[in-house]
C-alpha cells in the first residue's frame, strides 16, 4: 500500500512537513509505503477551466508537477493534503495545484484518480485559522467519493516553525492517530475488495445547471 502526501507550503522543512513527517513514522512502521509531494516555492499556474484536458486527461500546464501527481495517484492506496495557513484559509499555492489535479482527471463527474480512497486534509498555523483550512481541502474528498479520515481532535499541530511544533504534543498525538485511523481504512478497503465486495455504483447521467444556457462554458 501507498499514501502519497501533498505539502502544500513552499517550505520543504517547515511546520506543516513537520506534521507530516509524524504521520509518516507511523506509515512506516506499519509498512506503508509513502512519498511526499512537494509544491515548493514556484509559481503554480491556477486552473483556467478551459476543458482542454477533459480530452486527455493532462493538464496544459505541464511544468509545475500536477500532471505527475495525477499519474502516481492513480496507483495510490491514499492521500494526505497538508498546507500552512496564513490568512485563515489553505495556501493559494496548494487550492490551485488540487483544483488542477482534481479537474483534469475528472469524466463524467468520475474522478477516477482519487475514487473511493481515503483522504486527510492537514492544517498547519502560528495561532488560529486551521478549521477553515481544513475545510477547504475537505471539500476535494467529499466530490471525489472520497472517504474521509479524522482522528481524536481536528487535524492540526501549532507553530511558527518547526521547532515550535515539536512543542505541540497533542498535536502531533493527533498526527500520529490519523495515520492508524487512514491504515485501517485503507486495510478495511483491501479486505473488502479481496472478499468480493463491489464497489458503489455511481450515477452520472443527471447534470443540472441553475441557469439554463445553450453551451457548457462557466
Avoid at 21 to 38: D, L, N, P, R, Y
Avoid at 74 to 84: K, L, M, Y
Avoid at 180 to 193: C, D, K, L, P, T
Wanted: hydrophobic fraction near 40%; proline fraction near 3%; include cysteine.
Amino acid at each position: 500500500m501507498k499514501v502519497l502526501l501533498v505539502n502544500g507550503s513552499a517550505h520543504p522543512h517547515g511546520t506543516t512537513m513537520r506534521a507530516l513527517e509524524e504521520m509518516i513514522k507511523v506509515f512506516e512502521a506499519e509498512g506503508i509505503e509513502t512519498e511526499v509531494i512537494q509544491v515548493g516555492g514556484k509559481p503554480i499556474a491556477d486552473c483556467l477551466q478551459c476543458g482542454r484536458c477533459q480530452g486527455t486527461g493532462v493538464c496544459i500546464f505541464k511544468e509545475d508537477g500536477v500532471n505527475e501527481f495525477v499519474e502516481k495517484a492513480r496507483s495510490a492506496d491514499g492521500f494526505v493534503f497538508g498546507t500552512p495557513v496564513y490568512f485563515a484559509h489553505a495556501s493559494g499555492r496548494i487550492l490551485s495545484f488540487l483544483d488542477r489535479a482534481f479537474f483534469s482527471c475528472g469524466k463524467d463527474e468520475v474522478y477516477d484518480a482519487f475514487q473511493f480512497k481515503p483522504g486527510a486534509a492537514v492544517a498547519v498555523a502560528r495561532r488560529a485559522g486551521t478549521v477553515t483550512a481544513l475545510d477547504d481541502l475537505n471539500k476535494y474528498f467529499g466530490i471525489a467519493q472520497m472517504p474521509v479520515a479524522g482522528s481524536t481532535y481536528w487535524n492540526n499541530v501549532h507553530g511558527f516553525d518547526a521547532a515550535d511544533a515539536e512543542k505541540d504534543e497533542e498535536g502531533l498525538q493527533t498526527m500520529r492517530n490519523l495515520a492508524r485511523n487512514m491504515i485501517w481504512m485503507m486495510r478495511s478497503f483491501e479486505n473488502g475488495r479481496n472478499a468480493g465486495v463491489p464497489l458503489p455504483e455511481t450515477e452520472c447521467a443527471k447534470v443540472t445547471n441553475f441557469i439554463r444556457r445553450t453551451d457548457n462554458k462557466r
